[in-house]
């Protein structure tokens, strides 16, 4: 399984992005996707995930992030919404199984 995950950059707070991640390879079998974020100095965390029995979400993100997905595209998404300058962080996606994409860097600036 192979990840690309793209749409991070700089957006001020209170802005939007979309990020994605596009998924190929042997896809059939997952059952989990998510995304993770690790900021400088941090531990990788759970943002949102995926999965059969439901989404799930990181409490300082409830409310404002939405992790979806496009089956017809092999693509997970994270809409985020006002956003903070302490969601700054690189952000990564996740499939399970199969593993990690690169990173994307999300910047809020104040």
């Known amino acids: 399984v192979q990840l690309q995950a793209s749409g991070g950059g700089l957006v001020q707070a209170g802005g939007s992005l979309r990020l994605s991640c596009a998924i190929s390879g042997t896809i059939f079998s997952i059952d989990v996707m998510g995304w993770y974020r690790q900021a400088p100095g941090k531990q990788r965390e759970l943002v949102a995930g995926i999965s059969s029995a439901g989404n799930i979400y990181a409490d300082s993100v409830k409310g404002r992030f939405t992790i979806s997905r496009d089956n017809a595209k092999n693509t997970v998404y994270l809409q985020m919404n006002s956003l903070k300058p302490e969601d700054t962080a690189v952000y990564y996606c996740?499939?399970?199984?199969?593993?990690w994409g690169q990173g994307t860097q999300v910047t809020v600036s104040s």
């Open positions: 996740y499939v399970r199984p199969g593993g």
